[in-house]
């Protein structure tokens, strides 16, 4: 077979990527759940779309407008603000929306060519670009669990947040929002989606573990690291035990230095808040903390974080 | 169809490809200067020395042309639509290669365009974007072509193409990071309008 002429090969580009923004671009549906422009979800299973929590600014009267133009009525199944992931069941589930094509299970690579795609309005809009950084699990500030952090160097527009990043080959690789991070498009990986979204359409919010205690982070002086027998320099001091609690009936009291759980050593709230995953309700813990300065080990029987204080 | 990942692998032959993209844009896209200072671009429309731009552009009733070959010649605004945000200018030329045009409104969201422009004073510097969505066939700025891609006031006049170097619209500006573009069929009425005596919003200047 001959070559392809250079200009065949920028045509064939073109081509994939027009192709690729037209079969996931029948996935993509307009939300109208807020005064301003509509911004975008995808349909994710028969029936059930994912959308961006910060753009829905209402819980009644949410409608949606599908790829042939046919508007459909949704109810809320659930929104996780921590990782900003809504889900909306469509009234008739019959109608004429196919999920996305089977998502992306492999991370994307750092140069990877992606499209945006959104529908804020009528019609599918696109915009092309790169992925610029790829790394680990990462935690929202709000405490969300995603599994992989996804930058794009890509221009997002109004109305893209819940639409889904597309790989040239017309794979789904997660839903972007530019509601975790400022000024920047961020893209929550199909992995993340599909858990959360599991969680919320069972339950319709995301469970998280729950001690029931307020912590600050404090220094450990040398004496105390040696009587204790310890090599870490700082620990978390609890300053509020919740009556009735799982760490108040686990015997945690006001003072006590938290030194590491399950024997992980703990120097920043946020260790705490990764080690009470959904996965850990009803599960005991083990607890280290320094009392009096001596080292004890206290069990305390993970709760659920009441939906309250979400 | 080739995959995307071979495609890349030859990077090089794409690389060549938007080289050759950009020359054959180059050789009908002007220069427009209006009152002694650079305004804009345009595009050479038909053989007889008709040149398009905005009208933003071409504000007031004469303007300077600097054509590909170099040869910069006097342009009278032949006729001027704000609304449409077209202009026309009319050069003592009988020997112009026009642009090759197709219909915006056969594009699909995500096809690669370029476009060509003065950014900065830059001459004939090129841009890669994609359709964000092609013009709905309304009217006001729906009825319009928009483009994923970075434009800067310099690219206004200028030409948007598809991948085959095909005219699909004159760009005429930038909303929130958009790039916005005058559809082929609204300039081809508005040259249409010109040669049948003008009719519409078309003004003689």
């Known amino acids: 077979m001959p070559a392809p002429s250079s200009d065949g090969l920028l045509a064939a580009l073109s081509n994939d990527l027009a192709a690729a923004v037209d079969t996931v671009g029948r996935s993509v549906v307009a939300i109208h759940a807020r005064r301003r422009i509509p911004a975008s979800g995808v349909v994710w299973q028969p029936g059930v779309v994912v959308a961006a929590h910060h753009t829905i600014q209402r819980e009644d009267d949410i409608t949606l407008t599908l790829h042939d133009g046919t508007s459909v009525s949704a109810t809320l199944a659930g929104r996780d603000p921590s990782t900003d992931l809504a889900v909306l069941r469509m009234a008739d589930a019959s109608a004429g929306a196919a999920p996305a094509v089977a998502p992306a299970t492999d991370a994307p690579r750092v140069g990877q060519l992606v499209l945006a795609l959104g529908r804020p309005g009528a019609s599918v809009t696109a915009s092309l670009g790169i992925v610029s950084a790829v790394g680990g699990e990462w935690r929202t500030w709000q405490g969300g669990t995603i599994d992989r952090f996804v930058r794009l160097d890509l221009s997002v527009y109004d109305g893209f947040s819940g639409g889904p990043l597309v790989e040239a080959g017309g794979r789904v690789a997660g839903i972007n929002t530019s509601g975790l991070a400022r000024a920047t498009a961020l893209t929550i990986p199909a992995a993340t989606v599909s858990r959360v979204a599991g969680q919320l359409l069972a339950r319709g919010h995301v469970a998280r573990g729950w ?100 | 169809m080739p995959g995307v990942e071979s495609l890349l692998r030859g990077a090089p032959a794409l690389d060549a490809a938007l080289g050759e993209l950009a020359e054959r844009l180059r050789r009908v896209t002007v220069q427009v200067h209006a009152g002694g200072r650079s305004a804009g671009a345009g595009v050479i429309w038909l053989r007889g020395g008709l040149v398009v731009t905005n009208a933003h552009v071409a504000a007031g009733p004469r303007a300077d042309v600097v054509l590909p070959d170099g040869r910069a010649l006097p342009a009278r605004v032949a006729a001027r639509d704000p609304r449409r945000d077209l202009a026309a200018l009319a050069v003592a030329a009988d020997d112009l290669a026009p642009a090759l045009r197709v219909d ?89 309008e010109i040669e049948t005596g003008g009719r519409g919003g078309v003004r003689a200047a």
């Open chain 1, 211 to 310: 001690l029931g205690i307020a912590t600050q982070p404090v220094r450990l002086p040398p004496a105390l690291q040696r009587s204790l027998g310890s090599e870490a320099e700082a620990g978390l001091v609890v300053v509020n035990v919740e009556p009735d609690s799982p760490a108040d009936r686990g015997g945690v009291l006001i003072g006590d230095v938290l030194l590491a759980l399950d024997d992980r050593a703990v120097s920043d709230p946020a260790d705490v808040l990764a080690a009470l995953g959904g996965d850990r309700i009803g599960q005991p813990i083990a607890l280290r903390v320094a009392r009096g300065g001596k080292a004890e080990r206290l069990t305390v029987t993970v709760g659920e974080r009441p939906r309250a204080r979400r």
């Open chain 2, 104 to 192: 915006a409104r056969g594009l699909r969201a995500g096809e690669l365009v370029v476009a060509l422009g003065h950014p900065f004073g830059v001459a004939n510097a090129v841009a890669l974007g994609v359709v964000h969505r092609g013009p709905n066939g309304g009217r006001g700025l729906g009825g319009w072509l928009h483009a994923d891609i970075r434009l800067a006031p310099g690219n206004s006049g200028g030409p948007l193409a598809d991948i085959q170097g095909r005219v699909v619209g004159i760009n005429a500006m930038i909303v929130g990071g958009l790039g916005i573009a005058v559809p082929t069929h609204v300039v081809e009425r508005f040259v249409h």
